[in-house]
Nanobody, 115 residues
Framework: QVQLVESGGGLVQPGGSLRLSCAASGSIFSFNAMGWYRQAPGKQRELVAGITVGGTTNYADSVKGRFTISRDHAKNTVYLQMNSLKPEDTAVYFC?????????WGQGTQVTVSS
């Protein structure tokens, strides 16, 4: 069974930075793609950033130039570096992994951007 465990969320002031981590129970190269999603109260879950097994990345327009997705295959971990955070980035952030027709989710980590 695939397990994804997120960490790194917290409270940060506007303009600050956080790095989220998603540790997978197996090799991240066994997944077709991995990504970070977020869900704010009253809103739908949205894709923030994704990375394919080949290394191609994509980002939501709202985070381009501020967020960076990366991976460390030795640690089976995918990261989301978030810089220049804004109050509208406040949400629960979820890690996602796709393998074939199956999708897997982590439990989520809260990110709050507030002064």
């Amino acid at each position: 069974q695939v397990q994804l465990v997120e960490s790194g969320g917290g409270l940060v002031q506007p303009g600050g930075s956080l790095r989220l981590s998603c540790a997978a129970s197996g090799s991240i190269f066994s997944f077709n793609a991995m990504g970070w999603y977020r869900q704010a109260p009253g809103k739908q879950r949205e894709l923030v950033a994704g990375i394919t097994v080949g290394g191609t990345t994509n980002y939501a327009d709202s985070v381009k130039g501020r967020f960076t997705i990366s991976r460390d295959h030795a640690k089976n971990t995918v990261y989301l570096q978030m810089n220049s955070l804004k109050p509208e980035d406040t949400a629960v952030y979820f890690c996602n992994a796709r393998k074939g027709f199956s999708g897997y989710w982590g439990q989520g980590t809260q990110v709050t951007v507030s002064s």
